[in-house]
């Protein structure tokens, strides 16, 4: 679909459809496929809205919503919205969270430049979308919000699994002028405050600034300088969503009775490119054995994006972890990276049970595959994807007997080539819609039969299969876990933390404090956390990990901590559960 801005007439052109509108009132909407003409009359509808100077649209009635995940309105007035302000476009349906991303929603400018860090986020059944923190959209240019949809599988997707049917174009304006800035940015307070005497040692710094501050000297670690008793520490530093605020973690941990010192860098600027002030911070830390490794959710240096629908660091609530179901990567056993690679061949079958302990609550609408040697451009050229609920606790040495024992249905095969996505750290891979969402069945658990043609430059990544959840034919004796992961959707949200440091080897653990703001409805929460050792390259050994406990004191000693969170719905009434802090203390 193509929308176009022709002087004051828009028009909207598909296979077999054209629809123009002006801003005297008028529009006209020509279609050849019967199934077209509701859409058809839909987007003159939207169009038409563009000069009238309404704050919403909405096109679809209560019974067409009902029938379809789409388009229902807009807040634009005149075609346009504030240069600083948000575009909020409202779906049919209660939107997947874990769909919208950088890569479904996109703001474009002249010649399909994207504009980078653009915000998009869910408000039930609305889509928001914001320039990036302490910035404006270009002023005067027609610009293009575009939300992906089928046949793409980076398409939008409601909650209960129905893909946006067709790619939507939306043209806009910014009209805003922007305001001189010439003064840069204030340090207003910090925790620990200046001169303070009794930090807690363990603990983190909080910066708050005068207004945003751009990302670029905050990222290369040279915002801030820190020292320990006069020797320099190492720490890293991140920013929060709306950029006021900056956390800075030292590397290792401040220790008690110690002098510590944080100075503010002129290299750290505002967004408009004015330098800091100078400023530091001085203070002490307490003379005790007690220290306290802190999560305030003010930015997601610590979040597991994998294992969490809540909201860390959501945009309008930064500094809570707000629940929300959205959507999570499961996969069937926990690994650090995928440093294996199965053999290469043309066509690769397997089969991976996802165990019923793990499950989480809500359906399974798509797969992600992780592949090796993959570069910009890849492709696989086939998928096709088995899956059911099955009773098996591990898998059985034959495909026809793990077959026997579930409930297999197809739920993707390809048409096209899917192009691999390639993440920081260099890993391939690609997500796989399924046609129909699999229902995960409490107790239960999940098998799905894989065949793949990934080409001869692709090989899947994998693990060591140390359960026996896989089978992977022609594999030898290797015993390996195809790196696959199924996407969920739905059920009651949960988050999953990283690996705390506590810098000593053997830590005494003692409960931990959670702390929750108040709301009108409370869903229950549960929290619980696991404690590990250092491998021998000094980073988490997930091998050797304890097992959840609800009570912080009584996990193994060990030096790495991490937590989770299990919300117990979402509840109504509109203010969704939250947490505030959690802090885990331990005795050196």
């Not at 946006?164 to 204030?186: H, K």
Request: some cysteine; charged content about 25%.
């Amino acid at each position: 679909m193509n929308v176009t801005l022709s002087g004051e007439v828009y028009v909207i052109q598909d296979e077999g459809m054209r629809v123009m509108a002006d801003c005297d009132g008028s529009a006209t909407a020509w279609t050849s496929l019967p199934r077209a003409a509701r859409v058809a009359a839909v987007l003159a509808a939207f169009v038409l809205a563009a000069c009238e100077p309404s704050t919403e649209v909405a096109p679809l009635g209560p019974a067409a919503a009902a029938q379809s995940f789409g388009l229902a309105g807009t807040n634009l007035r005149d075609g346009g919205i504030s240069a600083g302000g948000a575009l909020r476009v409202r779906f049919t349906r209660t939107l997947d969270v874990g769909s919208v991303g950088r890569r479904s929603v996109r703001v474009l400018r002249a010649g399909q430049r994207p504009i980078r860090k653009a915000r998009a986020w869910v408000e039930g059944s609305t889509l928001v979308v914001a320039p990036p923190a302490g910035r404006e959209f270009p002023i005067g240019e027609v610009l293009m919000l575009r939300v992906h949809g089928l046949p793409s599988p980076r398409a939008v997707r409601s909650m209960d699994g129905e893909m946006l049917s067709e790619r939507l174009d939306l043209p806009f304006r910014a009209v805003a002028r922007r305001r001189a800035d010439l003064e840069g940015p204030r340090l207003v307070a910090s925790t620990p405050s200046d001169g303070a005497t009794g930090a807690t040692p363990g603990s983190h710094v909080e910066l708050r600034f005068s207004e945003p501050l751009l990302r670029g000297a905050i990222r290369r670690g040279q915002a801030v300088s820190l020292t320990v008793d006069r020797e320099a520490v190492a720490v890293q530093t991140r920013i929060s969503p709306d950029l006021t605020r900056i956390v800075v973690r030292p590397r290792r941990p401040l220790p008690p009775d110690a002098d510590v010192v944080l100075s503010v860098r002129p290299t750290l600027v505002d967004t408009a490119g004015n330098p800091a002030r100078a400023a530091t911070i001085a203070f002490r830390t307490e003379a005790t054995r007690l220290h306290r490794l802190t999560e305030e959710f003010i930015t997601t240096g610590q979040s597991d994006p994998e294992g969490t629908t809540a909201g860390w660091a959501d945009p309008r609530h930064p500094g809570y972890l707000v629940a929300r179901a959205g959507r999570l990567v499961w996969s069937a056993s926990e690994h650090d990276g995928h440093p294996l690679e199965l053999r290469p061949r043309d066509e690769l079958l397997f089969q991976v049970l996802f165990p019923a302990d793990a499950a989480p609550s809500g359906s399974a609408s798509g797969m992600r595959l992780w592949f090796a040697g993959a570069t910009p451009g890849s492709e696989v050229e086939a998928v096709a994807v088995l899956a059911g609920s099955s009773p098996l606790t591990g898998a059985d040495p034959t495909f026809d007997a793990n077959r026997v024992a579930a409930d297999l249905r197809d739920v993707a095969r390809t048409t096209e080539p899917l192009v691999v996505e390639i993440t920081d750290d260099g890993l391939g891979y690609v997500d796989v819609p399924f046609q129909s969402p699999v229902r995960l069945v409490p107790g239960l658990g999940t098998l799905v039969e894989v065949r793949v043609h990934a080409g001869s430059e692709l090989r899947l990544a994998a693990t060591l299969d140390v359960e026996g959840l896989a089978l992977v034919a022609d594999a030898g004796v290797d015993r390996l876990m195809p790196a696959a992961a199924l996407l969920v959707t739905g059920g009651a949200p949960r988050a999953l933390s990283t690996w705390y440091d506590a810098g000593a080897p053997r830590p005494a653990w003692r409960s931990a404090l959670v702390r929750r703001p108040p709301v009108r409805l409370d869903p229950g929460v549960m929290i619980e956390f696991q404690t590990t050792a250092a491998g021998p390259d000094g980073r988490p050994d997930v091998a050797l990990a304890s097992a959840w406990e609800a009570d912080l004191s009584r996990v193994p000693g060990l030096r790495f901590v991490r937590f989770r969170v299990r919300f117990g719905g979402l509840g109504t009434g509109g203010d969704l559960p939250r947490l505030d802090t959690v802090e885990m203390p331990y005795e050196d």
